[in-house]
Each structure stands twice: as C-alpha cells, then as structure tokens.
C-alpha cells in the first residue's frame, strides 16, 4: 500500500489536533489534574513552585526527597 497525499493529510491533521489538544491541557493542568485525580487516576503531585519563592523548610524538604529518589536509583544501577 503505497502512501499518498489522503494519509498526509491525516498525518499533519493528527499531529495539529495533538498539539491543539497539549496546548489546552497546559493552560487548564492543575484543573484536569485534579478533575483525573476525583475520577480514580493516580497523577504525581507535581510541584508548580518557584524555588525562589520557597521557604527555607520547603526547600530542605525537596532536597531531602531528591537525595532519596538519587540514593535509589544510584542503588538500582549497582544491583543491575
């Protein structure tokens, strides 16, 4: 089956509408994130803040969670 100007048509019209679809879904996140999380959908809590506009206690606490998440991948790799 040979590809002709019908499927590229598809093709860049399928590619618009994803990024017309990427493009609300940005603007609206914190809103369909939460509208997910009521339906059941298990979303990581992403952290939309500034680390300039974090408090001192915040910003520990973020590193803290980093150093862990680095400790056990660090940990995997050597077991691997």
């Given at each position: 089956m040979a590809i002709n100007s019908s499927h590229?048509?598809?093709f860049v019209?399928?590619?618009?509408?994803?990024?017309l679809?990427?493009?609300?879904y940005k603007m609206n996140q914190s809103q369909v994130?939460?509208?997910l999380r009521r339906q059941g959908f298990k979303l990581p809590a992403v952290s939309g803040k500034d680390a300039a506009?974090?408090?001192?206690?915040?910003?520990?606490?973020e590193k803290?969670?980093?150093e862990d998440i680095i400790a056990e991948r660090e940990m995997a790799?050597?077991?691997d």
């Open positions: 590229m048509t598809g019209a399928g590619i618009g509408v994803a990024a679809g990427f493009y609300v994130d939460e509208w506009s974090m408090t001192l206690e915040e910003l520990v606490t803290e969670r980093l790799a050597t077991t």
